[in-house]
């Protein structure tokens, strides 16, 4: 049985002029959360006043917008297993200390691993929690003790939560089966408004950019990719852009030596730590937008991809078709609506085919990524999937003027 919300009713009453105070607690770069990125924007708009910690992993290579109203607190990530665990202590601890001290309205705690900090907040403090899961850890019987107390923590949290936020409806079945949580809100990783291109993107003949951002590693970007990039013209090009992750460090290194090896080097480029907004640039820039999963996995959060990959609408935001993986999920959602093409990840033929018939119709190419253009400013934009979240909150934010956008 989940916990009944506190009784606010005690509480001493806020200013009406006084602005909300939100505090984020993430235990990870905020800056390499898009959704995080989003709500912030939203909030900040909307007149609150917000602090974040979190850790300083990408070394302000990639960085928090600058908003009004937002001051952002990163730690140094350390490198040990002793200092990791007492870094992790410090963090927390300062989190409390904040929170103490500022007194937020709400804490919006944005990962498993800051669920100590908004558990410990919430014991010693009224403010209301928000637990917002953008990767689901699941426990099973290789967690180590360590992790296993992070998700007794994120358990208790989701249930005293006065709002609990996962990215698809999957993955909240999952939450709510280990926590006993009912009213999960689900809120789809899709881009902000202000983010889809000004116009439709007029398609070109005589060559293909195939773009990819985000996580480089083997279930993501395949070596079939780049095997299927030998099988078709010189006109073909990948940019990957993106980041490593600790499990697969030099995996960019490795595509592209697949790529010398294959004679595309050249029509290859990798690009690390990019800026969001150089980012969608490069993908405004490109043909056709690359999201793929593997046909089997064993990974929870992989096979409950759609809606939680930001991949796909920010390709559609930027005017580009979607080539997805031939499953169940991203074809009903994808490619039935005709805003893209599946292939078979695994095989460099089935991309390849794929590829070849986006370079031979760019009519048609233009015209699925105008239609998935148009469903991201009709439905699948932030503002409206994160509504629900500040109805939450008793916060209204403007809606971005996308008149001369829906015009277009």
Known sequence: MSRRPRNREAEPARSAQAPVRVLYVQHADPA????????VAMLADAGAEIRMLGLNIFEGRLQMPVHDGVRVTLRKREQGRLRIKAAFAAFTAQAAGLALAWRPDWVY???????????????????????????????????????????????????????????NEDRAAYLASVTGRQGILTVWNTPSLREVTETPKMPTSGALRLAYHGSIVPARVPMTVVDALARLPDCVTFVVTGYETSGHLGYATALQQRAHAAGVGRRLTV?????????????????????????ETRDLNERHMVGASNKPFEYLASGLP????????WRRTFVEPGFGLACNPASAASIAERLRWYLHHPAERGSMGAAGRRQVI?????????APVLDRM???????????????
Request: proline share 6%; with cysteine.
């Open 322 to 329: 979607l080539l997805v993986s031939d499953l169940p999920d």
């Open 109 to 167: 705690a944005s990962d498993a691993l800051a669920a100590p900090a908004a558990r410990l907040i919430s014991l010693a403090t009224r403010s209301r929690v928000i637990y917002h899961e953008h990767d689901t850890v699941v426990r099973d019987e290789t967690t180590s003790r360590f992790m296993r107390r992070i998700l007794d923590a994120r358990n208790d949290v989701v249930r005293r939560a006065e709002v609990c936020v996962v990215p």
């Open 394 to 408: 008793r916060i209204s934010a403007a809606t971005p003027d996308v008149t001369r956008r829906r015009a277009s």
């Open 378 to 386: 009709d439905a699948w934009h932030y503002e409206r999937g994160f």
């Open 32 to 39: 390499g959360y898009p959704p995080v990125v989003h709500s």
């Open 271 to 295: 690009r690390l730590e990019v800026p969001r907004e150089e980012l969608l640039e490069l993908a405004r820039a490109s043909d056709v937008g690359l999201s793929l999963m593997p046909n």
